[in-house]
């Protein structure tokens, strides 16, 4: 059984930064892309940054050169790095990963954690 865990949300205040990781674990033999998303009340869950296996990199246009996703593949680890945090960044956001496990290639999502950015 694969189980990502996420952690590195909070409360911050406008033009703070935040850290979130993610971290798949279980029976894991290979992990395609990975990714950040979120959902903020009353609005439908969005993609923040995802990363493909080799490094590629793509962003939401409202994030563009704020955030940064990166990922630690010895450890099946992906993280947001997230800068000059805007009260419209407040949201639960969810990491998700295309696992490669006993059961065959499936999409993982975590349980979300918590972001707002307010003063």
């Known amino acids: 059984q694969v189980q990502l865990v996420e952690s590195g949300g909070g409360l911050v205040q406008p033009g703070g930064s935040l850290r979130l990781s993610c971290a798949a674990s279980?029976?894991?033999?290979?992990?395609?892309?990975m990714g950040w998303f979120r959902q903020a009340p009353g609005k439908q869950r969005e993609l923040v940054a995802g990363i493909g296996s080799g490094g590629t990199t793509n962003y939401a246009d409202s994030v563009k050169g704020r955030f940064t996703i990166s990922r630690d593949n010895a450890k099946n680890t992906v993280y947001l790095q997230m800068n000059s945090l805007k009260p419209e960044d407040t949201a639960v956001y969810y990491c998700?990963?295309?696992?490669?496990?006993?059961?065959?290639?499936?999409?993982?999502w975590g349980q979300g954690t918590q972001v707002t950015v307010s003063s």
């Open positions: 998700n990963a295309g696992v490669h496990g006993k059961t065959g290639p499936r999409l993982h």
């Open positions: 279980g029976s894991i033999f290979k992990i395609d892309a």
